[in-house]
């Protein structure tokens, strides 16, 4: 069968899930692939090339049919939504994405549907490219956490105990008295407060509708 573009970018996300971003090499690649190694730069000419393209990959239909008749926050919500669930969607998914330079189709159509929604809300181009960045930095952070979370062999028990052990009521009441909700995972809730402090910051810096 001839090797070709496609084959090996469904290969390197399926590889991605087996072992991970740390374990994903080109020569692992090229044995999964039953090639030889060096044979998918015909393809991908870094490991750099190869990881953006899958970082695209994760991208697509992003801005697909998104509803236009709800108001511009609640379709910025979705979207940021999408991003999260795109990401999610593939182990490791939000180290691929944040630690690459994509300017391709689909991250391209993701930031031009997002900073046109902010634009709807009243921002400055650049406060709407701006904030298009901090809600980047919120989805992404938040789904490197959770998948971090996802991995740890004990379900996080050993970090909540060290955590709890090191709590001290007299230096630490506001977290002592928070305590149940301060480990990770954390819930789908956790994700929308987040979400919801920044759309309402976006609201009040534009004094918008």
Known sequence: MRL???HVLTAALDLLDEVGLDGLTMRRLATALGVKNGATYWHFPSKQALLEAMAEAM???LTEDLDTRPPWHERAAELARRLRRALLSRRDGARVFS???FPLPNALAYGETMAGLLREAGLSGRDALWAVDTLNYFV???VIEEQLAAGLPDGGAEATERLTAALDPV???NLVAAADDLTAPHPEQHFEHGLRLILDGVRLTAGCR
């Open 140 to 142: 992404v952070g938040h």
């Open 59 to 61: 991208l697509a239909g």
């Open 171 to 173: 230096r630490h009441p």
């Open 99 to 101: 630690g690459v330079f």
């Open 4 to 6: 070709t573009r496609d």
